[in-house]
T-cell receptor, first 111, second 115 residues
Framework: DAKTTQPPSMDCAEGRAANLPCNHS???????VYWYRQIHSQGPQYIIHGLKNNETNEMASLIITEDRKSSTLILPHATLRDTAVYYC????????????FGKGTSLLVTP | ETGVTQSPTHLIKTRGQQVTLRCSSQ?????VSWYQQALGQGPQFIFQYYREEENGRGNFPPRFSGLQFPNYSSELNVNALELDDSALYLCASSLWDRPSYNEQFFGPGTRLTVL
């Protein structure tokens, strides 16, 4: 199954856009890119997912490169409540349809 | 619509004992997955049940077992507890009806401490 690589930590000022990168150079054509986040002491929360096209929902935008080897999660106007660990996951038949969380990126939003 | 609930919230056991953790899925969901999260690590996939059948398993020994019931509640059983089993155990449920989409809804977890 495809492995994802994320920076261990990032900072973002409140009100600014947070751009969280993810490398998934070995992702196969039938694997989706899923993003979850985990706020301290809570269970993970689904954010967004995509295959090839860019996606947007009420929480975030997902930009996937044309070669699908990397993606960026964008939180357009970060708030203090967005402080969390963000996980990028390659999901599909190669992973047995399991969510294989890595270590994620710890995002700190500062006032 | 109620969310995913887990019980108990906290549990303390001693090495060698057995433990059963419980999860109540979100209404209408047909899939439940269990994860182990050690301190400072991401959740690790244990196994997944789809319509009462196990349909995926992570790298965990057979002493980790589970059940999913017709009402889509489920159990995680761990036998012969070891100190390294101390972790947060997370349950997640989903309505998996399309190959492309499996948004999982997580419960708050059960914190297991093995002494």
């Amino acid at each position: 199954d495809a492995k994802t690589t994320q920076p261990p930590s990032m900072d973002c000022a409140e009100g600014r856009a947070a751009n969280l990168p993810c490398n998934h150079s070995t992702i196969s054509g039938n694997e989706y890119v899923y993003w979850y986040r985990q706020i301290h002491s809570q269970g993970p929360q689904y954010i967004i997912h995509g295959l090839k096209n860019n996606e947007t929902n009420e929480m975030a935008s997902l930009i996937i490169t044309e070669d699908r080897k990397s993606s960026t999660l964008i939180l357009p106007h970060a708030t203090l409540r967005d402080t969390a660990v963000y996980y990028c996951i390659a999901w599909g038949p190669n992973s047995g349809y399991a969510l294989n969380f890595g270590k994620g990126t710890s995002l700190l939003v500062t006032p | 619509e109620t969310g995913v609930t887990q019980s108990p919230t906290h549990l303390i056991k001693t090495r060698g004992q057995q433990v059963t953790l419980r999860c109540s899925s979100q209404s209408g969901h047909n899939t439940v997955s269990w994860y182990q999260q050690a301190l400072g690590q991401g959740p690790q996939f244990i196994f997944q049940y789809y319509r009462e059948e196990e349909n995926g398993r992570g790298n965990f020994p057979p002493r980790f077992s589970g059940l999913q019931f017709p009402n889509y509640s489920s159990e995680l059983n761990v036998n012969a507890l070891e100190l390294d089993d101390s972790a947060l155990y997370l349950c997640a449920s989903s309505l998996w009806d399309r190959p492309s989409y499996n948004e999982q809804f997580f419960g708050p977890g059960t914190r297991l401490t093995v002494l």
